[in-house]
């Protein structure tokens, strides 16, 4: 980079947010298509995750911290009804199915509605047991990860804020603590409080530091720091449950094309915590989301760039868009359409779906005018279900469209429509319905009424089409 004044103006330096380490690689285009037939080979099967060293299990030093003292554990029981799983070491995982406090994602009740409502919903089909108090935070990683700002002592200190929240929290119901386990809806939070636990774990300093500020706020379990024994994506809640899902399946899917994209913060960030399972893509790909779609009877199509990420990747979504915007549409959406000719791209992650849903309008201006359907798994599986498009999955909120995806699974989205605009103006006029009880938002603090046992009212939300 030069001082001197270009053409344009300006100094001829690129303001790129990555450091003056950033450099352009400047390959030709045989040795780019070298470059990425190297990586196709190689991610192509679990082996850019498993080619090392075995990696530790740190649920072995929690066990030991916990029997010297030094901390309490949340422990998953026989209430909790756990389904053990296998991650990509073979280690066992347990997945609570219920008796669930919801960790919402700051992502997707802003962007994302109908993501958290599905979930909800289906746990009312199934008659699952679950708290949705408003007495949570965010976990702040957006900060960490996309302005490098944030530092590991506050990350540690709202997980465990969080997650005690999470433990007593029944208590405003009459119930014991540990009553309720959490429920993480956001890939993002899910991945780093994973490897904020690790630090905890591995970090006495930290643990110790942290451990000060958790007092002040009087969040310490017999004077200990709180640790959950396992930490939980709702994904993992619906793969787990995903043949419970399909017995209630009223719309046929077999006639839908989905491509899976896979979080990089569910699956790449602390991969060895992540669920495979040898029936599902012979245990090569992570398995939420396309066990779920394969249960319900949907065509999970193979493409070449599955591995990639989505193109938000929070730094650069913030320091260079045209690159997530570029990357959402190139390397993910052109592909899902043009290579797998796919009706649909099913995710699990907040900044995914966001990205890869919200960005393709973009590439109207470039010519390249895909409009690929992108949901969650759990709206997939609630539409098929029988959930409403419009109250519940909440299509109108997605930028890209999903009228064709609705036609082809046989959805009168227009008679939904109707249904759903006749439906705002009972709102307007002051008619509200709830998806659940509105006494499982609040367990504390201002407007805090108790809960007495057994006087929970059934959802009253009409959701059906």
Avoid at 177 to 190: E, I, K, M, N, R
Avoid at 330 to 344: G, P, T
């Amino acid at each position: 980079m030069t001082g001197t004044t270009n053409s344009a103006g300006d100094s001829g330096e690129r303001f790129t947010g990555h450091g003056s380490e950033w450099r352009e690689s400047n390959l030709s285009a045989q040795d780019a298509r070298t470059a990425t037939a190297w990586v196709e080979a190689k991610v192509d099967k679990r082996s850019m995750l498993t080619n090392k060293d075995r990696v530790e299990d740190v649920r072995d030093i929690m066990w030991q911290l916990e029997k010297d003292g030094e901390i309490a554990v949340h422990r998953l029981d026989d209430g909790h009804k756990p389904v053990e799983v296998k991650t990509l070491y073979g280690w066992t995982k347990r997945i609570p199915t219920t008796r669930l406090w919801h960790h919402k994602s700051c992502g997707q009740c802003g962007n994302i509605p109908g993501y958290p409502a599905s979930l909800l919903w289906l746990m009312n089909e199934l008659g699952i047991d679950y708290l949705d108090e408003t007495d949570q935070t965010s976990c702040t990683a957006w900060n960490y990860h996309g302005s490098g700002i944030g530092n590991l002592e506050s990350l540690a200190a709202v997980f465990l804020r969080n997650f005690h929240q999470a433990y007593v929290s029944a208590r405003a119901q009459g119930l014991p603590d540990a009553y309720y386990y959490p429920l993480v809806h956001c890939g993002t939070s899910f991945g780093n409080y994973k490897e904020v636990r690790h630090y905890l774990l591995h970090s006495a300093e930290l643990r110790e530091r942290v451990k000060k500020i958790l007092a002040k706020l009087d969040r310490l379990v017999d004077g200990k720091l709180l640790i959950p024994e396992e930490i939980v994506h709702y994904s993992e809640w619906v793969h787990v449950m995903r043949r419970r899902i399909a017995e209630r399946q009223t719309i046929d899917a077999g006639a839908i094309r989905a491509t899976i994209h896979p979080a990089c913060h569910v699956y790449k960030m602390v991969p060895e915590d992540a669920i495979y399972d040898d029936e599902i893509l012979e245990g090569n790909r992570v398995a939420v989301s396309t066990g779920v779609m394969d249960a319900l009877g949907a065509q999970v199509i193979d493409y070449s760039t599955w591995y990639d990420c989505c193109g938000f990747g929070f730094r650069h979504i913030i320091s260079e868009r045209e690159f997530t915007r570029s990357f959402a549409i190139d390397r993910k959406i052109k592909v899902a359409v043009e290579e797998a000719q796919a009706d649909v791209m099913i995710g699990h992650d907040t900044g995914c779906i966001t990205t890869l849903d919200k960005n393709q309008w973009i590439g109207k201006a470039a010519g390249k005018d895909y409009d690929l359907p992108i949901l969650a798994d759990c709206q997939f599986a609630a539409l098929v279900c029988g959930a409403h498009p419009f109250k519940i999955v909440q299509s109108h909120w997605h930028a890209s469209s999903t009228e064709t995806l609705m036609e082809k699974l046989g959805i009168d989205w227009r008679a939904a429509k109707a249904e759903f605009e006749a439906y705002l103006k009972q709102v307007e006029a002051g008619h509200q319905e709830n998806l659940y009880d509105p006494r499982l938002m609040i367990t504390s603090g201002p407007g805090f009424k108790r809960i007495e046992p057994g006087t929970l009212a059934p959802a009253t939300l009409e959701t059906r089409v």
